[in-house]
């Protein structure tokens, strides 16, 4: 049992350093075999005291070497291969590392680099935390003035040309710190949209039919259709759309006449009479009238009759 706990750890050989230094330029984390080897190196072996089986496995003196020389230098073998991916390994990334920015003296960069330099340090989103004076000297020495002479400022600023916001439900937010947000955004159903900044709730939109809904009625067209038809039936219900003469009675005006005036047919007219001739033949006597009335129609009266006051 102590004779394994001091086995060599597996040999590291020339095919598997290059298989390790090819597969990417990240550097490789240790395996568990190699950590074992430099654990043992550095706290098993023990070259100033005697062998021990049970007290000092790990020693040197006393025939110890017998024991651990050969495991001791495979394990310095897989350390020193694994020392050398990771020297590889590091060259290789430095190659492909931005260059260093600097805020006191000026430094050369390529195109590409400033470009990557921007992106790293934050400067298009306007965010880092440095003083005004150090991000305008990083951008002298960057020599980025005219790559972002184009930027919009996050304060401040006027574009001159047009802003495409190309996302799925990418929306324009107007916040307000003393009311409500607004949220202007585009709509999977061609439609424009204003709602509230957390898109629950729609105030109005737009559709590239020219529709217009509103929170209020719905769809807008719709709504002054619906209010038109209805004032337009009120009106037509209200308004008379026909009218008759209908027939009311005869009165016979020789009966229980006395000399006084008689109206037993109000708000009629008298369309017809009866009479007779006197004995002589000179005068005609009147004996009855008949009455029709005038009578209207709308449709929230009904028929109805106009009457004198």
């Known amino acids: 049992m102590l004779i394994a706990a001091a086995e060599p750890a ?3 050989d020339a095919e598997h350093r290059h298989r390790v230094c090819c597969e990417g330029i990240a550097l490789m984390a240790l395996s568990d075999a190699v950590k074992a080897a430099i654990s043992r190196l550095r706290t098993f072996y023990e070259g100033t005291k005697p062998y021990n089986a049970a007290t000092n496995p790990g020693g040197l003196q006393n025939d110890g070497h017998r ?31 931005p260059k260093a920015l600097r805020v006191d003296s000026a430094q050369s960069f390529a195109t590409s680099e400033i470009a990557q330099a921007l992106i790293n340090i934050g400067l298009l989103a306007d965010s880092l935390p440095i003083t005004a004076a150090q991000k305008n000297k990083i951008l002298a020495n960057l020599g980025a003035a ?4 184009a930027a919009v400022q996050k304060t401040g600023d ?3 040309g047009s802003l495409s916001i190309a996302t799925a439900g990418g929306g324009l937010r107007l916040a307000n710190t003393n009311a409500s947000d607004w949220l202007l955004r585009g709509l999977t159903t061609n439609r424009l949209q204003f709602c509230d900044g957390a898109a629950t709730v729609e105030y109005f939109s737009f559709g590239v039919d020219g529709s ?6 719905g769809d ?13 039936n009120a009106a037509v219900n209200r308004s008379i759309t026909s009218v008759r003469m209908v027939y009311v009675g005869d009165q016979d005006i020789t009966v229980g ?13 008298v369309t017809g009479r009866s009479s007779i001739t006197s004995g002589d033949g000179n005068d005609i006597i009147l ?6 009335q005038l009578q209207m129609y709308t449709v929230n009266s009904g028929w109805f009759a106009s009457y004198y006051t």
């Open 67 to 97: 024991v651990n020389f050969v495991p001791a230098l495979q394990d310095v073998g897989a350390v020193v291969a694994a020392a050398a991916d990771l020297v590889d390994q590091a060259a290789a990334n430095a190659a492909n590392s």
């Open 287 to 292: 004996r009855a009238m008949r009455y029709r």
């Open 10 to 12: 597996p040999h590291v």
């Open 158 to 160: 006027t574009m001159s």
């Open 257 to 269: 006449y006395n000399g006084g005036m008689r109206e037993d047919y109000g708000a009629s007219f």
């Open 212 to 217: 217009i809904s509103t929170r209020q009625v």
């Open 220 to 232: 807008l067209a719709t709504y002054i259709n619906n209010v038109g038809t209805n004032n337009q």
């Open 146 to 149: 005219a790559i972002l002479a």
